[in-house]
């Protein structure tokens, strides 16, 4: 770790590409991981399917209430709060995540490509009116699925579902960091799902350095500068080394 230590002190554009792995150190089930959501339940390809959506939102509520629904329960962890810690000090320039949890902007960080969507908001596929996460979390105490109040209508998360087209404006941001970062650190991510995994291409294209820490082997381990295991000892050995 101390080759990554110097990789980091050495940088002058860091960003961060997070899956989530990250946040089963936060009691977040991970999706692709040995027990992660797609590996246990025989549901889960539908989940977060357009078509499946569009059949039967109810599908979707059921099964996502623990990985998104009680978020509220959820805190960040050492790998959160040190990427917030390390953007407020200037030292890294922005995370491009792949996760949906909203625990990196809990942590405090602001420079942030949601490049799967977020459930901050949710819409009314009807009318087209927005909700605020916590009003939905109100409505499925009640409800095994959210519809409008105004008029009935299903509601959907700004969540980019399998079969909908990444949000344009993230994706832009992820590259430009991807693009210009000197270090991209790949953090939790199996780096399977495209077009995001795609990302470390282009800062190994312009010369750059990716570093993977992810308890699975990646397609990208072996272009890699360094590649770890465990998440949590990286971040505790970082934590108490890299001084902002």
């Known amino acids: 770790m101390e080759r990554l230590l110097e990789l980091l002190e050495g940088s002058s554009y860091t ?5 989530a792995g990250i946040s089963t150190l936060s009691g977040i089930q991970d999706f692709r991981g040995k027990n992660g959501f797609y590996k246990t339940d025989p549901d889960a390809d539908k989940v977060f399917d357009i078509v499946w959506f ?3 939102p109810s599908l979707y509520y059921r099964k996502s209430r623990n990985l998104i629904y009680d978020l509220e ?14 953007e407020k000090g200037g030292r890294l320039k922005g995370v491009i995540t792949q996760n949906i949890d909203l625990l990196h902007q809990k942590a405090g960080s602001r420079e942030i490509a949601e490049v799967h969507g977020s459930p901050a908001f949710h819409d009314c596929l009807s ?25 009935g209508g299903v509601i959907k998360p700004r969540i980019t ?3 909908e087209s ?15 970062a000197r270090l991209l650190l790949v953090l939790g991510t199996s780096l399977t799902v495209y077009p995001a995994a795609g990302l470390p291409d282009y800062t190994l294209s312009n010369g750059g350095r990716v570093v993977i820490v992810n308890s ?12 770890y295991r465990d998440l949590g000892e990286v971040f505790e050995f970082l934590s108490r080394r890299f001084l902002i």
Request: glycine share 4%.
């Open 73 to 86: 329960s959820k805190q960040p962890n050492i790998i959160h709060r040190e990427l917030a810690r390390w």
């Open 15 to 19: 960003a961060a590409m997070t899956g």
């Open 54 to 56: 569009q059949r039967d």
């Open 166 to 180: 990444l949000p344009v404006q993230a994706l832009n941001l992820a590259v430009r960091h991807a693009e210009q």
């Open 216 to 227: 699975d082997p990646t397609p990208f381990d072996r272009r890699a500068a360094a590649v």
């Open 127 to 151: 009318c087209g009116k927005t909700y605020p996460f916590a009003e939905v979390v109100e409505l499925l105490k009640t409800a095994e699925a959210a519809f409008c109040p105004a008029c």
């Open 161 to 163: 579902f399998f079969g």
